[in-house]
């Protein structure tokens, strides 16, 4: 979701998730939210199972209506939000068939093939830094450069050459971003694993250690009750 809201800040539709969000109706197995997006600070439990029950479709309408420059990568983000969403959804399934496992690999090459457009929103700490000094490196070379001139030039002239320097400076952020960003990292990588797993050891929900969390709490309780 950092990704998503990552992308959303870029095109400006983090207003229109929000209000996506608050108007979702109540259905059975849904517990609706009293805040908006933005509000929710922590995400556990049941929140994170109805964000995963309704994301893609509040996705959905936060970027409806795109105009001719947007609707690629509003298309890219939303087929690569809904097939994780689909993957994970089937991995929870109490159990599985050849064709439930087919859809989980479909689903997952999906993600892995569009994830791309979330690139620039998982810059890694090294990156933030190597991009944070790029900055500040370019702003006192382009400060250097101005005070040579700054007497030659109206006031017209140096308003408009510090928004070309805003623009450049930004630009070459995020070509940095997007140059040493990647997705090699374990949580990405354990996935392709999922479908083989459940073929040799049977349906992860097995696995779930909430059982074992519930007795250990309710045992607690009991006992010093």
Same mark, same amino acid.
């Given at each position: 979701?950092?990704?998503?809201?990552?992308?959303?800040?870029?095109?400006?539709?983090?207003?229109?998730? !929000? !209000?996506?969000?608050?108007?979702?109706?109540?259905?059975?197995?849904?517990?609706?939210?009293?805040?908006?997006?933005?509000?929710?600070?922590?995400?556990?439990?049941? =929140?994170?199972?109805?964000?995963?029950?309704?994301?893609?479709?509040?996705?959905?309408?936060?970027?409806?209506?795109?105009?001719?420059?947007?609707?690629?990568?509003? =298309?890219?983000?939303?087929?690569?939000?809904?097939?994780?969403?689909?993957?994970?959804?089937?991995?929870?399934?109490?159990?599985?068939?050849?064709?439930?496992?087919?859809?989980?690999?479909?689903?997952?090459?999906?993600?892995?093939?569009?994830?791309?457009?979330?690139?620039?929103?998982?810059?890694?700490?090294?990156?933030?830094?190597?991009?944070?000094?790029?900055?500040?490196?370019?702003?006192?070379?382009?400060? !250097?450069?101005?005070?040579?001139?700054?007497?030659?030039?109206?006031?017209?002239?140096?308003?408009?050459?510090?928004?070309?320097?805003?623009?450049?400076?930004?630009?070459?952020?995020?070509?940095?971003?997007?140059?040493?960003?990647?997705?090699?990292?374990?949580?990405?990588?354990?996935?392709?694993?999922?479908?083989?797993?459940?073929?040799?050891?049977?349906?992860?929900?097995?696995?779930?250690?909430?059982?074992?969390?519930?007795?250990? =709490?309710?045992?607690?309780?009991?006992?010093?009750?």
């Amino acid at each position: 979701m950092e990704w998503v809201e990552g992308f959303l800040k870029k095109v400006n539709r983090q207003q229109a998730l !929000d !209000d996506a969000w608050q108007e979702i109706p109540p259905y059975p197995g849904f517990s609706v939210q009293q805040k908006a997006y933005c509000e929710i600070t922590q995400w556990q439990g049941k =929140k994170m199972h109805n964000l995963g029950y309704c994301i893609s479709a509040v996705l959905a309408s936060a970027l409806r209506n795109p105009d001719s420059s947007q609707y690629q990568d509003f =298309k890219s983000a939303l087929k690569c939000v809904s097939a994780l969403v689909d993957f994970t959804l089937t991995a929870q399934y109490r159990s599985h068939t050849p064709d439930t496992l087919t859809y989980m690999e479909s689903y997952l090459q999906t993600f892995y093939q569009t994830k791309v457009i979330f690139l620039e929103f998982r810059p890694s700490k090294a990156t933030r830094a190597q991009a944070n000094r790029q900055d500040w490196e370019l702003r006192e070379l382009m400060a !250097d450069q101005n005070m040579k001139e700054v007497h030659h030039r109206s006031v017209a002239n140096r308003r408009r050459l510090a928004d070309q320097e805003r623009v450049e400076r930004s630009d070459r952020r995020a070509d940095l971003i997007r140059r040493e960003n990647h997705f090699n990292f374990i949580k990405i990588h354990y996935l392709t694993h999922l479908a083989s797993h459940v073929r040799r050891f049977g349906s992860i929900s097995m696995y779930s250690t909430e059982i074992g969390e519930l007795a250990h =709490k309710d045992q607690i309780k009991d006992r010093y009750s």
